[in-house]
């Protein structure tokens, strides 16, 4: 269609369907065979400040590791919700959504494999006991669970394995990112933290 309305593919125009010079209509795009895009978009646009690298770690040690340090400070300091004998849970600093929580071993290890069997069962059950605090505090109506391993894959911290729990709710991709690109997090992590870790130890 042209401004005013008119069609202009080669359907309404003369059978050599050219507009001069050997320029030919555009085609109609309706009859084109397509399958709709399947991705729904979770927008983050404050991420950029992490993945600007503002606040990643300098190199894959343990003395630079948020993930080895927060067990070392207060569970409000460190935004720690959990802690169990081998893992513990501790709030996203640059979260998703709100309540977006990380499963992590204390010890600093990469891969999934390098578990011990004590750390899988552990991590495993903080997981589910994550999806049950944040269902009760917040009630999400689902969530995204998994773990990218090693940067390729999308790991911001490759080093120290930790496994996502990303509550969801409907419309949480809405048109703030999209068109001021603003991610509303409707709570601090403070009172975040607070809220789960209270849950989450009663």
Known sequence: MSA??????AQNHPADGRLGDGIPYPEAAAGFPREPDGFQRLWTPHRMVYIDGQDKPKDSGVSECP?????????AEGLIVGRGQTVFAV???YPYNPGHLLICPYRHVADYTDLTEDETVELAQFTQKAMRVIRAVS?????NLGMNQGPVAGAGIAAHLH???VPRWGGDANFLPVVAQTKALPQVHADVQARLSKEWNR
Do not use: A
């Open 163 to 165: 496994q996502h729990v």
């Open 91 to 93: 709030l996203n600093l």
């Open 4 to 9: 005013g309305g008119e069609d202009l593919t």
């Open 67 to 75: 993930f080895c340090t927060s067990p070392t400070k207060s569970d």
């Open 139 to 143: 009630g999400p109506h689902g969530f």
